[in-house]
Nanobody, 123 residues
Framework: QVQLVESGGGLVQAGGSLRLSCAAS????????MGWFRQAPEKEREFVAG????????NYADSVKGRFTISRHNSKNTVYLQMNSLKPEDTAVYYC????????????????WGQGTQVTVSS
C-alpha cells in the first residue's frame, strides 16, 4: 500500500507560480515512476507530467510544456511540480499518482493516488 499526500495548492494570480509537493510513504519510493494529473470541474482527469524512477526521464502534456517542471527527491520520498506562468485554465484539483511504468499518460496506468490539492488561478 502507498500513501500519497499533496500540498502547496492555493490561489494565485495569472502569471504567478506555485510549487506542489507530494509526500509518499508505504512503498520504496525510489522504485517507481510518479505522475501529476489534474481535474477541472465537469472535465475528465488529465495527465500533466510524469517522471521516471531515477528522475532522469520526464514527460509533459503539451499544455504545460515550458511552464511546469516535475522533479523528485528520492531520499525525501517526495515529488514536486513547479508551476510557472500560470493561466486561469490551469485551475483544477491536482493529484499525485504512483505507477509502475514510464512513460505513460493514462490514469488507469497509475496504481495509487493522493487526495488532491486545489489550484486556482485568477485572471
Amino acid at each position: 500500500q502507498v500513501q500519497l499526500v499533496e500540498s502547496g495548492g492555493g490561489l494565485v494570480q495569472a502569471g504567478g507560480s506555485l510549487r506542489l509537493s507530494c509526500a509518499a510513504s508505504g512503498r520504496t519510493f525510489s522504485k517507481g515512476p510518479m505522475g501529476w494529473f489534474r481535474q477541472a470541474p465537469e472535465k475528465e482527469r488529465e495527465f500533466v507530467a510524469g517522471i521516471s524512477t531515477s528522475g532522469g526521464g520526464t514527460n509533459y502534456a503539451d499544455s504545460v510544456k515550458g511552464r511546469f517542471t516535475i522533479s523528485r527527491h528520492n531520499s525525501k520520498n517526495t515529488v514536486y511540480l513547479q508551476m510557472n506562468s500560470l493561466k486561469p485554465e490551469d485551475t483544477a484539483v491536482y493529484y499525485c499518482a504512483a505507477g509502475r511504468f514510464f512513460p505513460v499518460t493514462v490514469p488507469s496506468a497509475f496504481d495509487y493516488w493522493g487526495q488532491g490539492t486545489q489550484v486556482t488561478v485568477s485572471s
